[in-house]
């Protein structure tokens, strides 16, 4: 009987150490747009810029998971780094809408509780992604939109902002052209982020000004979740970027998971799928990133370019510009 009770305490602490050893540790993988994103188009300074700014953000996030921390704190502190970043189409520097304003959207999702959070159409918060994050943790709500965004974010002591600090100059000049009808598709990105913490715990989040020139009132994939922003422990965690109304027709975010969950497929061969034939059949420009359970990772595109890159523990970090 001793020997029987030895045996299997050894098997379990043997199987325990095995699923330990499979654990990736922590992984975190963020995206900053997709788009017309080509050499011609993007400097080599200004791929510098680019490049130490991914690195940047994935080091805001390593910093969280490294100390052990959630894969939801890890994904907020990314994509903060990128909302406060003029280069990035989310926060400062967003574009403007066809009224010359700017109108944000982000939404945020926890795996392991399925819990999610969202705002849509708001110009006065400065980290959209951090109000969508209170959604989850202090109201009843999966998403709130404008004024009653705002109004929220004022009484959980978030910093509200003159719509005046979304404005760059770059972003102004962009706009003045798109109203002109002379095309400048295609330099700034939405950002995302997705991570899987030491605990096996998947988290994604998705942060963006929308589509440039946009409708007053317009909101597209990222603030949805399901579309633009999804994570299951189960399956996987996603953030995507492209031209919103086909993510959200798709349930682009959502269709990688139940692919994975309900067809058997890798995150590389589902997310590849939707991306470079559903997506590319309906000409419907985008990418997204998604990071599965075990810490694998897929960042397809359809476009020239993606801001892209990752890091996982013991590695380096890595980026990437154009395809
Ligand atoms: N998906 C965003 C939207 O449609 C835009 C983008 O990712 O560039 O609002």
């Given at each position: 009987?001793?020997?029987l009770i030895c045996?299997?305490v050894?098997?379990i ?8 050893a ?10 900053g747009g ?6 011609e ?12 700014k ?13 100390a052990g921390?959630?894969?939801l ?14 280069l ?5 520097g967003?574009?403007f809408n ?5 109108e944000l959207?982000?939404s945020?999702m926890d795996g392991k509780?399925?819990?999610a959070?969202?705002?849509a159409g ?21 998403m ?14 978030l910093?509200i902002?003159?719509?005046?600090y979304?404005y760059?100059?770059?972003s ?11 095309e400048?598709e295609g330099r700034?990105?939405?950002v995302g982020a997705v ?8 988290a994604a989040?998705?942060?963006?000004g929308g589509m ?8 597209g994939?990222?603030?949805?979740i399901?579309?633009?922003t999804?994570?299951n ?7 995507c970027?492209?031209?919103?109304e ?8 959502f ?6 969950l ?5 995150v590389?061969k ?8 559903k997506l590319?059949?309906?000409?419907a420009a ?24 990752y ?7 890595q ?5």
């Amino acid at each position: 009987m001793k020997r029987l009770i030895c045996f299997f305490v050894t098997a379990i602490i043997l199987s325990a150490n095995i699923s330990n050893a499979q654990k990736p540790g922590y992984v975190l993988v963020i995206h900053g747009g997709a788009g017309n994103i080509t050499p011609e188009r993007i400097t080599p300074e200004k791929k510098v810029l680019f490049e130490q700014k991914l690195e940047e953000a994935l080091a805001a996030g390593e910093k969280v998971l490294s100390a052990g921390g959630c894969a939801l704190d890890a994904v907020v502190a990314a994509v903060q780094v990128m909302e406060e970043c003029p280069l990035f189409n989310s926060g400062k520097g967003a574009v403007f809408n066809a009224e010359g304003k700017n109108e944000l959207d982000a939404s945020i999702m926890d795996g392991k509780t399925m819990k999610a959070g969202a705002v849509a159409g708001v110009m006065t918060i400065k980290s959209p992604v951090e109000a969508a994050r209170r959604v989850i943790d202090s109201s009843a709500h999966v998403m709130l939109a404008g004024r009653g965004a705002e109004e929220f974010a004022r009484v959980q002591g978030l910093e509200i902002v003159d719509p005046s600090y979304f404005y760059t100059e770059e972003s102004w000049q962009e706009y003045l052209k798109v109203k002109a009808r002379i095309e400048t598709e295609g330099r700034k990105g939405t950002v995302g982020a997705v991570a899987l913490d030491m605990k096996g715990n998947l988290a994604a989040a998705t942060s963006t000004g929308g589509m440039i020139y946009k409708k007053y009132g317009r909101i597209g994939d990222s603030p949805i979740i399901g579309a633009g922003t999804y994570a299951n422990n189960e399956s996987c965690a996603v953030s995507c970027t492209g031209h919103g109304e086909f993510f959200i027709r798709n349930s682009v975010a959502f269709d990688v998971s139940a692919r994975m969950l309900y067809l058997g497929e890798t995150v590389e061969k589902a997310s590849g799928y939707i991306i470079n034939e559903k997506l590319k059949n309906q000409g419907a420009a985008g990418g997204l990133i998604a990071l599965d359970k075990d810490g694998n990772i897929a960042m397809p595109f359809n476009t020239n370019g993606m801001f892209r890159g990752y890091v996982k523990k013991g590695e380096k970090i890595q980026v990437y510009v154009f395809r």
